[in-house]
């Protein structure tokens, strides 16, 4: 099964940003939903960000918006979640995983729908 490698996760202060990468093996991507998990500890795995890349149309959370960007670069080799003012409850493991097809905003954050997904990565944000 085709594993997606996070990194860029870490220990930062409150306010401050960071990006995370998602990198995608060699697998067809062109017809493939991204998206940005993350599980706080005691509590569910949320979709936060997707991109399709057969457009590149990206979707968010409510709770993200504005804060929160997910790109890809033009090799579509990998997905970048970019985060800014960042709170203590961002505090979570992050995941990307991948979808087949184009999801819409009613269902990409679906976690049944993603059979490819990372190992995850730590972002702990202090106050």
């Known amino acids: 099964q085709v594993q997606l490698v996070e990194s860029g996760g870490g220990l930062v202060q409150s306010g401050e940003s960071l990006t995370l990468s998602c990198a995608l093996p060699?697998?067809?991507?062109?017809?493939?939903?991204i998206t940005w998990f993350r599980q706080a500890p005691g509590k569910e795995r949320e979709g936060v960000a997707g991109i399709r890349l057969t457009d590149g149309r990206a979707i968010y959370a409510d709770s993200v918006k504005g804060r929160f960007t997910i790109s890809t670069d033009n090799a579509k080799s990998t997905v970048y979640l970019q985060v800014i003012s960042l709170k203590p409850e961002d505090t979570a493991v992050y995941y990307c995983?991948?979808?087949?097809?184009?999801?819409?905003?009613?269902?990409?954050?679906?976690?049944?729908?993603?059979?490819?997904w990372g190992q995850g990565t730590q972002v702990t944000v202090s106050s």
């Open positions: 060699g697998f067809s991507r062109n017809y493939y939903t």
């Open positions: 995983a991948a979808a087949f097809g184009s999801l819409d905003s009613r269902t990409w954050s679906n976690r049944k729908l993603y059979r490819n």
